[in-house]
């Protein structure tokens, strides 16, 4: 069984299921056909945060972390560098997420 997480995927043609995994109602709901709800680019709403809790890549280039998830960070301190360029937490808090070192 294959299983998509989230937008991208169609269930019936190139996935079997796939999962929901927008925040709200239907966070978790399995679909047999069709789609997941599309991704918004806006991160859902955390203790009055939203935009500023997902960081974008700075730059192109190989990803080199400098902490590691459930790490409590600083805003302003440099989480990881990406392509030479530091990349900075901009709210203090903990590190929910990290895309993998060997992604470009």
């Known amino acids: 069984m294959v299983i998509g997480l989230g937008p991208g995927f169609t269930a019936g ?7 929901e995994t927008k925040r709200g109602h239907n966070l978790g709901r399995v679909y047999y056909q ?6 918004t680019g806006v991160p859902g709403e955390v203790g009055g945060e ?21 790490d409590l960070v600083k805003a302003g301190e440099i989480i990881a560098e990406v392509g030479g360029v530091p990349l900075k937490a901009e709210i203090s808090g903990v590190l929910r997420g990290l895309i993998y070192p060997q992604s470009r």
Request: hydrophobic share 40%; glycine share 8%; aromatic share 0%.
């Open 13 to 19: 043609e190139d996935v079997n299921v796939v999962i």
């Open 34 to 39: 069709g789609q997941a709800v599309p991704d």
């Open 50 to 70: 939203s935009k500023r809790r997902l960081l974008r890549a700075p730059a192109e280039g190989k990803i080199i972390p400098l902490h590691k998830i459930g």
